[in-house]
């Protein structure tokens, strides 16, 4: 059982000033949203939980600030928002900050406030460097912009820089996603985090889809898309260390690690999700909701599930076996006091036949088939230690 306290905060900014045709995150146009009532409400939340929780008197090693889109505040509310954050979150000596941005939203003076106020990683949304793909996605960028962000960003002093580039786009080729590789590599950045395209519910591309009119790659140029991408990231030294994160030796992600290592976390902010004492909570999503919930109950949650023992050794095979270091046994019976082999033999031999897992000195871990096809083994793997255990 998990109960040691959180050292991993994460803050949800829910505004865009344009929504993307894909995305399905918690998000809400910027212009006419209540965004000082908002940046409050998320103060008297950071304020009262931590007020009441034992973490108060700790420090942070991670805190990560995302959205929606947090770069789209003006200049007054990033500096608000950067105080509540300063004046609640204290940070460990070797801390890691981040902040999500977005190309076209930026400027020198953003950046400047960013980094005086102590964030020390940018993770930015590039997706593509082909203006018409952009264009046709919904973003309100170019490729030019964001040139123009990261000499920004590196004019002010920041190194630890992360962009996100999306592949199996409508009507992208091979070549052209091959030719964002180059434009992305060519900018030499320590982190990259590439995805492939998921369709996802209640976004535009799914009611394009459903209407025919979505030209998207099939599977295996999905799958040429990706390895091409894995090959190209290792010859420049830029290794796979999740299956969608790629990044040179120790400039992994130590937040998002925080998840996939099963650590606990807080989440603040509207639809922002957090892992506590062994229970997940969900924070409401719309933000006029959410600010009544945290005027009335100094919180912002709807809902907490507090999970069985069974759910939590599922969370932290899968969570784990996303990462390319996998599980290790004996972190698996230091929390759990039971042997993942005792307890799912059959999937784990099943897996190792199919070519997709490998087991060294009883640790696991998927191959690099089983990275490709990580969905289908954790869809095995759901309900199997209730099944077997």
């Given at each position: 059982m998990l109960t040691q306290d959180p050292r991993a905060v994460y803050l949800h900014i829910p505004?865009?000033?344009?929504?993307?045709?894909?995305?399905?995150?918690?998000?809400?146009?910027?212009?006419g949203q209540p965004i000082d009532d908002y940046l409050q409400a998320l103060d008297l939340e950071m304020k009262q939980t931590l007020a009441s929780d034992t973490q108060s008197k700790k420090t942070f090693d991670t805190i990560y600030v995302g959205g929606g889109t947090p770069s789209a505040l003006s200049l007054n509310e990033l500096s608000t928002l950067l105080a509540s954050i300063d004046q609640y979150l204290s940070k460990a000596d070797h801390y890691e900050y981040t902040f999500e941005v977005n190309p076209g939203e930026l400027s020198l003076a953003k950046c400047q406030l960013l980094k005086e106020a102590g964030v020390n990683r940018i993770s930015m949304g590039v997706q593509s460097f082909n203006d018409q793909l952009l264009r046709q996605i919904g973003r309100n960028h170019r490729s030019k912009q964001v040139y123009e962000s990261i000499d920004w960003l590196r004019k002010v002093g920041f190194e630890n820089l992360s962009i996100d580039l999306i592949f199996r786009l409508p009507n992208q080729s091979l070549a052209d996603f091959n030719q964002s590789l180059s434009q992305?590599?060519?900018?030499?950045?320590?982190?990259?985090?590439?995805?492939?395209?998921?369709?996802?519910?209640?976004?535009?591309?799914?009611?394009?889809?459903?209407?025919?009119?979505?030209?998207?790659p099939n599977e295996d140029q999905d799958a040429d898309m990706f390895q091409l991408a894995q090959e190209r990231l290792a010859a420049e030294g830029i290794y796979q260390y999740e299956i969608s994160n790629f990044s040179k030796k120790g400039f992994e992600s130590q937040h998002n690690l925080t998840y996939w290592q099963y650590q606990p976390y807080f989440g603040f902010g509207a639809g922002a999700h957090g892992f506590v004492d062994g229970y997940r909570y969900a924070n409401h999503g719309p933000v006029h909701h959410y600010i009544k919930a945290v005027n009335e109950q100094g919180n912002g949650r709807i809902r907490q599930h507090?999970?069985?023992?069974?759910?939590?050794?599922e969370e932290f095979l899968f969570l784990g076996l996303r990462t390319t270091q996998g599980v290790r046994l004996a972190d698996f019976e230091r929390i759990f006091q039971r042997n993942y082999w005792d307890l799912i033999p059959d999937f784990i031999?099943?897996?190792?036949?199919?070519?997709?897992?490998?087991?060294?000195?009883?640790?696991?871990?998927?191959?690099?088939?089983?990275?490709?096809?990580?969905?289908?083994?954790?869809?095995?793997?759901?309900?199997?230690?209730?099944?077997?255990?």
């Open positions: 505004f865009c000033k344009k929504i993307c045709h894909y995305c399905a995150f918690n998000k809400y146009f910027y212009d992305a590599l060519a900018l030499d950045l320590p982190h990259y985090s590439l995805y492939s395209l998921i369709i996802e519910q209640k976004t535009v591309f799914q009611q394009l889809m459903r209407q025919g009119k979505l030209p998207i507090n999970l069985s023992i069974e759910e939590q050794m031999r099943r897996q190792e036949q199919l070519g997709l897992m490998i087991c060294q000195d009883s640790d696991l871990r998927l191959s690099q088939k089983g990275l490709n096809l990580a969905d289908h083994v954790f869809r095995e793997l759901l309900g199997t230690i209730y099944k077997e255990g």
